[in-house]
């Protein structure tokens, strides 16, 4: 018995949901069965029916049937995406095509860069603008430029911008230039140089500068010329007479001065020779008498065993 019990009022529950369900989902009712919030009744209460409100819907029958479709919730016709009725339900660049109800784009208008020519892009406001180094005629080019086949070609000789030259040039207007600094023939140097066509840089002639560093270490720049720095040398000429040159300094020569402190202790200097002072001897016979030697240790002359100079001796 309490099964059939729960059996009946399952049966009943389920009957009662249906019925509600199907009531909602009803395209069309009859008024004396009560018209819902978004319908009006018409024909009278007895006989009439229910439509829906003008701009409401009950289902998409109530719409336009190619462009829109019913908001089962608000029961509004709301615009199928990419469709519309008017040219104000598009873009301003597009206009409405009242046969397919969806947008197309304007004349002389784009979307993107299909509506456009393939030497053209899309801009943001829509209009189809030439590709940089696209061209429709020669109006499209630079003035050092032709158009070919839809691309702006430089003419010979001329240019648009630094990549049309070498790395060692500028564009300068349209035109290849040596770039400051750089050469390309001797001609693009000063005087006192000559281009390097390896780096395409202007470098020094020989014995030349510009600076002291393009010079010897021993020398220096003065007007573009590398002269000896002060008490340097680069051959025996560039010293005194007196002098050689060492190692690019000037030294003295042997048994040479310029002050006695150049010469030994028992000798002093003159004429840039070093002399062997009175009553001192340079270790040779010469500078002693016949009958005497040099002590090697004094400087000094000594009488020879058993030879003299005096009776005393």
């Excluded at 020519?117 to 050092?144: L, Q």
């Excluded at 030349?208 to 590398?226: A, F, G, I, L, V």
């Excluded at 001192?280 to 090697?296: L, M, P, Q, S, V």
Aim: glycine share 6%; aromatic share 14%; proline share 1%.
């Amino acid at each position: 018995m309490e099964k059939m019990l729960e059996f009946l009022f399952l049966t009943f529950f389920f009957s009662v949901l249906f019925i509600s369900t199907a009531w909602a989902a009803l395209p069309r009712i009859q008024c004396m069965f009560g018209c819902r919030d978004y319908e009006e009744c018409i024909g009278g209460t007895l006989s009439g029916w229910c439509y829906a409100k003008e701009g409401r819907c009950n289902t998409g029958i109530d719409c336009d049937i190619v462009a829109e479709t019913c908001n089962e919730e608000t029961h509004y016709c709301e615009l199928l995406p990419g469709h519309c009725i008017i040219d104000d339900d598009c873009e301003w660049w597009e206009y409405c095509d009242q046969f397919l109800k969806i947008c197309e784009t304007e004349s002389g208008y784009c979307a993107d860069d299909i509506d456009c020519e393939d030497w053209e892009y899309c801009e943001t406001w829509h209009d189809c603008s030439i590709r940089e180094g696209r061209c429709e005629n020669d109006a499209d080019c630079f003035s050092s430029e032709t158009c070919e086949d839809t691309y702006c070609v430089k003419i010979g000789g001329y240019c648009n911008n630094a990549y049309d030259c070498e790395w060692w040039e500028e564009c300068s207007s349209h035109e290849c230039v040596v770039m400051y600094g750089y050469c390309n023939t001797g001609s693009d140097c000063e005087s006192h140089e000559l281009c390097d066509v390896g780096s395409h840089s202007c470098k020094p002639m020989p014995g030349k500068c510009n600076y002291d560093s393009d010079c010897e270490w021993w020398e220096r720049c003065s007007n573009h010329n590398c002269v000896l720095k002060t008490g340097y040398c680069a051959v025996d000429s560039d010293c005194d007479g007196w002098e050689f040159c060492l190692a690019h300094e000037c030294e003295l020569r042997y048994d040479r001065c310029e002050y006695s402190s150049d010469c030994n202790w028992w000798e002093y200097c003159s004429n840039h020779n070093c002399k062997t002072k009175s009553g001192y001897c340079d270790n040779t016979w010469e500078d002693c008498e016949f009958y005497e030697t040099c002590n090697e240790d004094t400087h000094t002359c000594e009488t020879f065993e058993g030879r003299c100079s005096t009776d005393d001796d």
